[in-house]
């Protein structure tokens, strides 16, 4: 699906970002870098406050500032840095050329303006149609993210929408402006499975008809190996492995991703006595990492993870991992 | 929404039926006599007739009845009388005040625009000043501005008026000279330099009570949009590229202004009723003041009519609040 010398429409280098808080600093995004091109779905898995959030709010300026602030690093958004513009041109990115979908449908529309007037909103603001066109292309999308009788549920509230469908609406808006790159931020963590599969099909759809680029945040590993092109593990607001699919699930390299790994219960076989757990959890960050975040869970660690922090090293064609273990090093069939 | 307003205005009526009566039993348990202020040289024979030409001497229900058919029948007929000339309501016997033998409600039409001049313009400066000035701490919390409308509003709600009448006479009247202590009831506005007076000689009071509404509202305002702006929907309008501008001011504050609409539907009843203390510090003869000396004087008619017009106007502005709350809120039906 993905071009695969395409150039990459969303580049983001050594990303810093930085939460003052009473209790002193949390370095929540460090060192992130990645990036997604054009038609390509990029997973980032993690379990919570591991920086997944964090690290796309802070590529359009959408966490509050302060308490947060982005301390270094590039957005290069076909080659623009956003992190270097002006909040108005950044305004015009944001809703414009990236869509967010978030988390919770419920809460994420406004409960008292239409469902129109909340699609038509970034339509006019980006695309600069007037209100009759504006309304037919509110009409569009929302039979484009399959809601039945488009034009006559304009007029409707959220509350008159079922979570599905308001999750629809969400992508609507995201998708209003045809933006190159969408973030859906948990988007089916808040659904019921039956919809989050219909809510997939449609990104899944819309992926392969409007060609933008994804990255799709979630702690679901199912469904992040149905619909991902790469995957990106993220822990202690560090990219700790990242690789294309199916080598990631057929061959995890780093000690987390195993872990996470194992934690999915099967439905085959002998059944388990107890859910697998990873023991212990993520740390808060007072510093900047100087050894490896991972370290105090690891089964494998070594003096050299409480001594030093891991850098990402590449150990198949576009597989890396950040770890200093000989294990993350070699191939599975090696090790068999 | 006109079928539940109906049905509401249905059961205002025994409710306000039931009003009256308390209102009634009350003020006929309380002890008084309007023959108090009377000098001891009239001999009491003659007072009690006195009482009796005031209806004093029919029972309890008989007086009830009799006020019911005046507030309701009688009163609303001298006003059709008033306004087209007609004659219906001749010869009719008419809510009588026990102070001077007049119609309470022609005193009550007399002291009304002061109070609505005074108390209604207080109202609105307060919700102008208020609404922004919530608007803003919340948006910027704990910061400098944020702080001091703290401490201001903490001092207008915690000052009486007794206090802050006293205190801004003081100043501005007494040192600076720059405003009237005494509301000149008598003025009329018939040019601008009048209206420049009465603009002036309003002042004092309306700032004493607009302190006191600013304090209670903008409180209110702040805390409802703080509670808005940290909602969901506000960082989608965010990631949509909307200006800030339209973020806080059409997207929170109309979420923020439905309990604060609320707020200010059930405050407007306060108007009317005036403010007594106020009133009374800056002698401005309105409905508050009006109350205070029927009271006083033993008036019972008078004080049984006002305090049933205050019950009127809160079970109506109740109403209101509750339709303007289905009409701002969409997820709010009564049907």
């Not at chain 1, 699930?249 to 934690?263: G, I, K, Q, S, V």
């Amino acid at each position: 699906m993905p071009a695969g010398d395409a150039r990459p429409v969303l580049e983001v280098r050594d990303l810093r970002t930085v939460f003052q808080t009473r209790g002193g600093e949390v370095h929540a995004v460090n060192s992130v870098s990645f990036d997604v091109k054009p038609g390509e779905l990029l997973g980032v898995v993690g379990e919570s406050g591991s920086g997944k959030s964090v690290t796309m709010m802070s590529l359009v300026g959408l966490l509050p500032m302060p308490p947060a602030e982005v301390r270094g690093g590039e957005v290069l958004l076909d080659g623009e840095d956003l992190l270097k513009v002006s909040p108005a041109r950044l305004r015009d990115v944001r809703g414009g050329e990236v869509g967010f979908i978030f988390q919770d449908p419920m809460t994420s529309l406004n409960p008292v303006f239409t469902v129109g007037f909340q699609i038509i909103e970034p339509i006019r603001r980006h695309m600069g149609l007037n209100k009759r066109q504006a309304r037919e292309r509110a009409v569009e999308l929302l039979e484009l993210v399959g809601i039945p009788g488009a034009r006559g549920r304009l007029s409707d509230y959220p509350h008159q929408f079922s979570g599905g469908m308001r999750q629809r609406v969400m992508i609507a808006i995201a998708l209003a402006c045809d933006p190159k790159v969408l973030i859906a931020d948990e988007p089916t963590t808040a659904l019921d499975v039956t919809i989050q599969a219909q809510i997939l099909e449609i990104v899944e759809d819309l992926r392969a008809r409007l060609g933008m680029a994804i990255v799709w945040i979630t702690h679901d590993l199912g469904v992040v190996a149905g619909i991902a092109d790469r995957v990106m593990v993220m822990y202690g607001g560090q990219v700790v492995e990242h690789a294309p699919v199916h080598p990631l699930f057929n061959d995890p390299r780093h000690p987390y991703t195993r872990a996470l790994l194992r934690t999915i219960p099967t439905v085959t076989g002998a059944r388990a006595d107890k859910l697998q757990v990873i023991e212990g959890q993520p740390p808060m960050l007072g510093a900047a990492p100087s050894a490896c975040p991972f370290r105090d869970r690891c089964p494998l660690a070594f003096d050299r993870c409480h001594a030093e922090n891991p850098l990402r090293e590449v150990v198949a064609p576009n597989h890396d991992v950040a770890c200093f273990h000989p294990l993350a090093h070699t191939a599975k069939e090696a090790v068999a | 929404m006109l079928t539940f307003t109906i049905r509401r205005l249905l059961f205002a009526i025994p409710t306000l039926l039931f009003i009256a009566l308390v209102i009634f039993l009350l003020l006929e348990l309380a002890p008084g006599d309007p023959m108090a202020n009377v000098p001891l040289t009239v001999p009491s024979e003659v007072k009690e007739q006195m009482r009796v030409a005031l209806g004093l001497g029919e029972p309890m229900h008989i007086r009830f009845w009799k006020w019911i058919i005046q507030f309701f029948w009688i009163e609303p007929l001298n006003v059709f009388d008033a306004l087209f000339g007609t004659g219906f309501a001749e010869g009719k016997l008419r809510i009588i005040s026990w102070q001077n033998r007049a119609p309470v409600f022609i005193a009550i039409a007399e002291r009304i625009p002061q109070t609505l001049w005074v108390v209604g313009t207080a109202y609105v400066v307060a919700i102008l000043i208020a609404i922004p000035v919530g608007i803003y701490s919340a948006y910027r919390q704990y910061s400098i501005f944020d702080q001091a409308g703290t401490f201001v509003t903490m001092v207008g709600f915690s000052v009486p008026p007794f206090f802050s009448g006293v205190l801004v006479i003081l100043i501005f009247a007494v040192q600076l000279r720059w405003f009237p202590s005494i509301y000149d009831t008598t003025l009329e506005v018939n040019s601008w330099e009048a209206f420049g007076m009465q603009v002036r000689q309003m002042f004092l009071p309306v700032m004493v009570l607009a302190l006191q509404i600013t304090s209670q509202l903008s409180r209110f305002m702040r805390a409802s949009m703080l509670d808005n702006l940290n909602q969901d929907y506000v960082r989608t309008a965010r990631a949509k590229g909307l200006r800030e501008n339209t973020v806080v001011l059409v997207h929170v504050l109309r979420n923020s202004m439905i309990p604060v609409v609320t707020v200010i539907a059930l405050g407007v009843p306060s108007i009317f009723g005036g403010a007594i203390i106020t009133e009374q510090v800056f002698k401005v003869n309105g409905i508050g003041q009006l109350l205070i000396t029927a009271i006083q004087a033993n008036d019972l008619p008078m004080v049984q009519t006002l305090t049933f017009i205050f019950a009127v106007l809160i079970v109506l502005f109740n109403l209101i609040a509750d339709v303007l709350y289905g009409m701002l809120d969409p997820r709010i039906r009564y049907d």
